[in-house]
Structure formats: structure tokens, C-alpha cells
């Protein structure tokens, strides 16, 4: 399965400005994944992508509409990335969200 942490790496957050919560929780450091940087698709690689246009509606969730279109809740972030608006909070009543098909072509642009 696809992941959104697929190619990221991984670092040990040792920053003295975390001292204090690291001393607290008895860690010595903070294992995190770094900040991905998104590329956009080219026009090219967007005409070979079919996109399923519908308005964000009151109980939406990008989870729900994975779900609904991919088979698999888990792929929530390949429309939230499409989009350009990375929570669900980013969208508001009435937007357009347009999800991309099929997966397994818009995974193979994402890198996944």
C-alpha cells in the first residue's frame, strides 16, 4: 500500500528548545519524518489524469471520500495533496474538490 511517508526520511530531533519535554518525557531525542516538498503535476501528466470534480458538503471528510473513490480510507492525503489543501479544516462548504483517478496513475506521479 501506498504511503504518505513513503521516500521521506526519518531524523532524531535532538534541538535544545525541546530539552525540556524531552527531560520530561525521558527521551533523549525526537524521532520524526522531515517536511515533504511537493511538486506540482505537469500539464502533461495532468491530461493523463481523469478528475472526479464534487462540492465539499457539511459531514465531508477526506477519509470518507478515499474511502468512496480509492476503496481505502487510508489514500485521504493523495486528495487532500491534489487539491493543494492539506487537512480537511482547509476546506470550506461549497469548494470544489477534485479527486484524481485512476490511483494507481496519480501514485505513480506522486512517487509512491
Known amino acids: 500500500m501506498a504511503s504518505r511517508y513513503d521516500g ?11 530539552s525540556h519535554l524531552l527531560e520530561d518525557r525521558g527521551l533523549a531525542k525526537i524521532v520524526q519524518y522531515n517536511t515533504p516538498f511537493f511538486t506540482k503535476l505537469s500539464p502533461e501528466q495532468r491530461r493523463q489524469v481523469t478528475v472526479v ?14 474511502a468512496h473513490h480509492y476503496g481505502d480510507p ?3 492525503w493523495v486528495i487532500a495533496r491534489f487539491n493543494n489543501k492539506p487537512t480537511d479544516s482547509h476546506f470550506k462548504l ?12 496519480i501514485f505513480e506521479y506522486y512517487g509512491q
Open 53 to 66: 470534480q464534487r462540492r465539499w458538503k457539511i459531514g465531508d471528510r477526506l477519509y470518507k471520500l478515499a
Open 8 to 18: 521521506r526520511v526519518i531524523f532524531a530531533n535532538r534541538n535544545p528548545l525541546y
Open 94 to 105: 461549497g469548494d470544489l474538490v477534485y479527486i484524481p483517478l485512476p490511483r494507481e496513475v
Open 74 to 76: 487510508r489514500y485521504w
